[in-house]
């Protein structure tokens, strides 16, 4: 079952950005994942401070600057990245990647200053490197988006 609110954004990280970075090939401005507040078997809890210092609310509504949506799945799917190679033997050699998103929700903006939290968690177990997870994100105990991810996990070349 998906984790829901309340979170402890102030626990010691299970991942902190440095070892976020040596899992996911992804680099500023593109990482869109903080630190990583709970992992398990079955479920991740993930965060992003939104600041007004992101490059896309530059030119995303300058004058009333809202979170890209499909930044907000990419986020997610980060989230849902690194939570599936959490359980790999040398995650770094390995990536996933986006094979398909349903039934997506946007329920409220996300703004500079907002914390998202991501919650997902496992919808099927992972069967031959393809993985089914359903995945909440909020601000504070508000649900903001929420939707469906299937990824591949692909060793690199």
């Known amino acids: 079952m998906i984790k829901e609110p309340p979170f ?7 991942y902190d950005i440095n070892r976020i970075k040596k899992i996911l090939p992804h680099r500023p401005p593109f990482l869109l994942v903080d630190k990583i507040l709970e992992i398990s078997e079955h479920h991740v809890v993930g965060m992003k401070n939104v600041t007004m210092n992101e490059p896309f609310f530059t030119g995303h509504f300058p004058d009333e600057p809202i979170m890209p949506g499909v930044l907000q799945i990419e986020a997610m799917a980060q989230t849902g990245g690194i939570f599936v190679l959490h359980g790999v033997p040398d995650p770094e050699k390995y ?7 349903n039934n997506v929700r946007f329920r409220s903006k996300v703004v500079p200053g907002d914390t998202l939290i991501f919650s997902l968690e496992l919808a099927a177990p992972v069967k031959r490197g393809i993985c089914d997870m359903r995945g909440k ?13 299937i990824a591949q996990i692909v060793k690199n070349k």
Not at 142 to 147: I, N, P, S, T, Y
């Open 8 to 14: 402890d954004i102030y626990a010691e990280p299970v």
């Open 137 to 149: 994100v909020f601000v504070g105990n508000k649900l903001v988006m929420q939707g469906d991810l």
């Open 95 to 101: 990536s996933t990647y986006f094979l398909k998103i």
